[in-house]
């Protein structure tokens, strides 16, 4: 049986601080994003990363209508991901050099795991739920996955770009027409952690709603 037992979660009425407060305050603040450059093998193995997405699947998601998936990218696929990057950046760039084009192909063999998060857009079933609660729904199911690597020492990051929107990149992922490319999620051994950058203090995003009566 594990220390933090199912049983010691916290209820509502319970007063104080749990073990889990401080797990999850310091795997909270102690994330960092870590370019895919800086992320080697070994990488998550497939247990891992199934409890990885177990965990994306825990994300809210208003009317369960699940309006994001994630592609894999493993070894055997990463060339064809960087000729997409190669050809994004020739499409923006005729005389890119071929050294620039060699380094965006090396783009896609960063990270020994890598996946590409979807969102689906509100053009399908369930036209009232909206593109940003389907993008908030991604975004908690995104750092669930990162904290839950995290958790297991994992380093990771996010990375988009320019090529997210080719048609090229929506080919290669099969994409439908009402899906959008969001970003790549990378996920390995950090050589080396940076320091944690300075969090915004609440005071700069939090106010306080005060209605004056003769508003009411
Ligand atoms: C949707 C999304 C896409 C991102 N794409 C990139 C990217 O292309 N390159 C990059 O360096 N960081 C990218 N990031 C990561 C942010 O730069 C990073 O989260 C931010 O600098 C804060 O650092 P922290 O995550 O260590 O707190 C992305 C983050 C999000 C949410």
Redesign the pocket.
Request: charged share 15%; hydrophobic share 35%; with cysteine.
């Given at each position: 049986m594990s220390a933090l037992s199912i049983l010691d979660t916290p209820v509502p009425g319970t007063v104080g601080r749990t073990a889990y407060a401080d797990l999850t305050a310091t795997l909270i603040q102690t994330?960092?994003?870590l370019?895919p450059k800086r992320l080697f093998a070994p990488g998550p193995d497939a247990r891992q990363i199934h409890a990885y997405f177990q965990a994306a699947a825990a994300a809210p998601d208003h009317g369960q209508i699940l309006p994001w998936r994630f592609v894999v990218v493993p070894a055997a696929s990463r060339a064809a991901l960087g000729e997409v990057f190669a050809q994004a950046l020739r499409e923006r760039d005729a005389s890119a050099s071929d050294k620039e084009l060699a380094e965006a192909r090396d783009k896609a063999h960063r990270g020994p795991f890598v996946a590409l998060a979807i969102v689906r857009d509100a053009t399908d079933d369930h036209p009232e739920i909206p593109l940003q609660e389907r993008l908030i729904s991604l975004g908690c199911a995104i750092q669930n996955l990162l904290l839950s690597a995290h958790a297991d020492g994992f380093g990771s990051?996010?990375?988009?770009?320019q090529a997210m929107q080719t048609a090229r990149l929506r080919r290669l992922f099969a994409m439908a027409h009402n899906e959008q490319a969001?970003?790549f999620v990378a996920i390995g051994t950090a050589d080396r952690r940076k320091p944690i950058?300075p969090r915004p203090d609440p005071a700069l995003f939090v106010s306080e709603l005060n209605c004056e009566a003769d508003h009411v």
């Open positions: 994330r960092q994003q370019a990051g996010l990375v988009s770009g969001v970003c950058r």
